[in-house]
């Protein structure tokens, strides 16, 4: 079985500050990690995935985020929001190769909101 | 269609009565999902088609919880004599194919209130 924790329930930055949102997994098996945004209103959307290679990867929107597999985290920063950025933020974790077709197991999600 | 599409965008419900969810995938796209989006329950999965493999229920909260995909295409969740725990937004998402690992589109979702 897996779990996603992401430590922070609401995160309130002002504009053009950096931000970081903690993720932690817990998994027996290698997995893939994903960060998701659901702005209000709307489904959610792929901002990046780590699949394998590089620990760091680079999203949508000047995000990025670091995989860390000895502290099993993929914490998603961005170093200047915008107010456009206010939105749910979500992790996922699927099971890597095998017969993993998928099925994402998230986080309970991160709210950002970004003031002026 | 450009994205996935759901419908309806808004129902509101008697407890009891049944509801019928509907979910247009991505054109092209193999693989559906069902997710629920619950105030403090986060996103749950519930079912998952892939071309004409048995689907994988093992998310159903419970037998009053159904869905079918008919031609490999649209899909229907229903929820039978609902109760009002199941108000939820419950989304849709398509993926191209097996092992397209995470790469998900989802739908903008069904909100479902149960009085």
């Known amino acids: 079985a897996q779990s996603v924790t992401q430590l922070d329930s609401q995160v309130p930055v002002f504009e053009e500050a950096p931000v970081e949102l903690r993720c932690n997994y817990s998994?027996?098996?290698?997995?893939?990690l994903f960060w998701y945004v659901q702005y209000p209103n709307q489904g959610l959307q792929l901002l990046l995935k780590?699949?394998?290679?590089?620990?760091l990867v680079k999203g949508i929107n000047g995000f990025e985020a670091e995989f860390n597999k000895s502290q099993t985290s993929f914490h998603l920063r961005k170093p200047s929001v915008h107010i456009s950025d206010t939105a749910e933020y979500f992790c996922a974790v699927s099971s890597a190769g095998g017969t993993s077709y998928g099925k994402l197991t998230f986080g309970q999600g991160t709210i950002l909101t970004v003031h002026p | 269609g450009a994205g996935v599409s759901q419908s309806p965008s808004n129902k509101v419900t008697e407890k009891g009565k049944d509801v019928e969810l509907r979910c247009d995938p991505i054109s092209g796209h193999t693989a559906l999902y069902w997710y629920r989006q619950s105030l403090g329950q986060g996103l749950e999965f519930l079912i998952y088609?892939?071309?004409?493999?048995?689907?994988?229920k093992s998310g159903l909260p419970s037998d009053r919880f159904s869905a079918e995909r008919t031609g490999g295409s649209v899909s229907t969740l229903t929820i039978q004599r609902t109760q009002q725990e199941d108000s939820a937004v419950y989304l849709c998402?398509?993926?191209?194919?097996?092992?397209?690992?995470?790469?998900?589109?989802f739908g903008e979702g069904s909100r479902l209130t149960v009085l």
């Open positions: 998994s027996s098996v290698s997995v893939y």
């Open positions: 998402a398509s993926s191209l194919r097996r092992g397209q690992a995470g790469e998900l589109f």
């Open positions: 088609f892939q071309g004409n493999s048995a689907p994988d």
């Open positions: 780590y699949l394998s290679g590089s620990t």
